[in-house]
């Protein structure tokens, strides 16, 4: 009996010794146990569709927050950028002598104004979307990209109010639009690309890392200048052109709404495709990077 039991003993060792060793802790869980998310364009874009009646009520919630108590109501989407084109005319126009060519300061600086009005407001705001709607998001489930979505949706309203008062300038100088005014759409396309996907950025940034949201002023302020706004994209180097325009699409967008509206020129082909495929690499890193850390910012927050 002994004997036999020593036996099993020495067989259960040995096949314990021939078998191979699970992973140590320190290793991770088992690969079956980790979790990998896939995502689809169709089912991401199907997602988006079904909560557009979140994005729309989010929009109007915003809308109302801002304009529902202020004596002027929507008039404040243009005095902003109103009373930075007569700080740019006195200045740049009048102190520095910027050359617009055919067309009139006032107008040069508005419609760049029109579109870093519309870019800031959505960096500002949607870098925030997410940081003050967690009562929201942690009760609701959405796609969390809503959030953003809906600051962007706010600031093209403001954005058609400024187009409303672009009209009303190009009245007052006696001047219409260009014949070439529809290069236009494609330019929005670049320009919507590129600030949806710093938004996303910022506002997951935000949740992650508080100190962010303390250098928002600092961009806003300093990206006015450094962007193409109160002075032509050629002001830049030539052989710098290409390498600004893909950090920054937006020099690209400003250039092209102003060849299309004031001059009748086409956009630079070359520049815009940049801009183009910089916008992109912008929409889907940011939209990646989003969705990445989404799923901590319970925890976090």
Not at 88 to 106: C, M, N, Q, S, W
């Amino acid at each position: 009996m002994g004997g036999q039991r020593a036996q099993l003993v020495d067989e259960r060792d040995s096949q314990t010794s021939a078998a191979p060793r699970r992973p140590a802790a320190a290793d991770g869980p088992p690969p079956e146990l980790i979790f990998k998310r896939r995502l689809r364009p169709a089912q991401v874009a199907r997602e988006l569709w079904g909560a557009r009646e979140l994005v729309r009520a989010l929009a109007e919630r915003d809308l109302r927050a801002r304009y529902k108590q202020a004596v002027l109501g929507f008039a404040w989407a243009v005095l902003t950028p109103l009373a930075l084109c007569a700080i740019f005319t006195l200045v740049f126009h009048r102190a520095v002598k910027i050359d617009t060519g055919t067309a009139e300061y006032p107008l040069f600086a508005y419609v760049g104004l029109i579109v870093w009005q519309f870019f800031s407001n959505t960096m500002n705001q949607g870098a925030l979307s997410l940081a003050n709607n967690l009562s929201l998001l942690n009760k609701v489930y959405c796609p969390r990209e809503v959030f953003p979505l809906a600051t962007m949706l706010v600031a093209g309203v403001d954005m058609l109010i400024g187009i409303g008062v672009l009209g009303l300038l190009f009245l007052l100088f006696w001047t219409a639009p260009a014949a070439t005014f529809l290069w236009v759409l494609p330019l929005l396309l670049i320009q919507f690309a590129f600030t949806y996907g710093v938004a996303l950025i910022l506002s997951v940034a935000v949740v992650y890392l508080r100190d962010v949201r303390h250098l928002l002023p600092i961009i806003t302020q300093m990206g006015v200048f450094a962007t193409p706004v109160a002075y032509p994209l050629a002001q830049i180097p030539q052989r710098l052109q290409e390498i600004y325009v893909g950090f920054n699409p937006l020099g690209a967008v400003i250039e092209g709404y102003r060849g299309a509206l004031l001059y009748g020129d086409a956009p630079d082909l070359a520049l815009t495709s940049i801009a183009a495929v910089s916008s992109l690499v912008f929409l889907v890193g940011g939209y990646l990077l989003f969705k990445k850390l989404e799923t901590g910012i319970a925890d976090v927050a």
